[in-house]
């Protein structure tokens, strides 16, 4: 099933998300619908307070690059960073931010512990775009969002656009939840 995404004003966004206990099947259906939504949105990355949900959980899909073509989709679910290496500037942007981009300096490669689809613990180095998605949809758990990254200057440089996001002018070509409305609907 297709969620909507929570937008740049929405609450969940800015909430630091509670960590799973564990899964069932509404986990595995949230999981299930984060990926076909993500793919509907043309998205590498989802974050389930993106879709209204604030808990420890991510997706990330990264088949739709060339380079990563026959990469198998990630669930990551209550993740800690334990160490980090090097640093990038890349543009990022996000699915909760429409037609907003900008540059943000991150850790080229991270150390993670995290659980997995079948909540097993591991620990993985990661690198590149992996890295880079991984961070930005963490800090999606953490609340915060890439803008929150960026440098000053170049954040002034996107005041104009978030401030139509906050008033609810936006349009992007997959669904978008009115404020507040997708995460009473992730708790029923």
């Known amino acids: 099933m297709i969620l909507p995404i ?3 004003n ?15 099947r509404n986990i595995r259906d949230l999981v299930a ?20 949900c604030s808990i420890r959980l991510l997706v990330i899909d990264l088949s739709c690059m060339e380079k990563y ?12 960073l ?18 907003i981009l900008g540059d943000v300096v991150r850790p080229s490669s991270i150390t993670l512990k995290y659980r997995d689809e079948h909540f097993e613990e591991r620990t ?13 949809e963490i800090d999606h758990l953490d609340g915060k969002l890439f803008i929150d990254r960026m440098q000053k200057r170049d954040r002034r440089k996107i005041d104009k656009e978030l401030h139509s996001l906050a008033i609810g002018n936006v349009e992007a070509d997959y669904p978008l939840a009115l404020a507040g409305i997708a995460q009473k609907a992730c708790e029923a």
């Open 69 to 80: 073509a026959d990469e198998k989709p990630v669930v990551v679910i209550n993740p800690h």
């Open 10 to 24: 929405d609450e969940v966004l800015r909430a630091t998300a509670k960590p799973l206990k564990g899964i069932d």
């Open 33 to 52: 619908s984060m990926l076909e939504s993500m793919r509907n949105a043309s998205g590498i990355g989802l974050a389930a307070p993106q879709v209204g």
């Open 124 to 136: 993985g180095e990661f690198s590149g775009m992996m890295a880079r998605v991984l961070q930005h």
């Open 6 to 8: 929570n937008i740049y």
């Open 82 to 99: 334990l160490a980090v290496k090097g640093y990038n500037a890349m543009e990022e942007g996000c699915l909760s931010l429409p037609g």
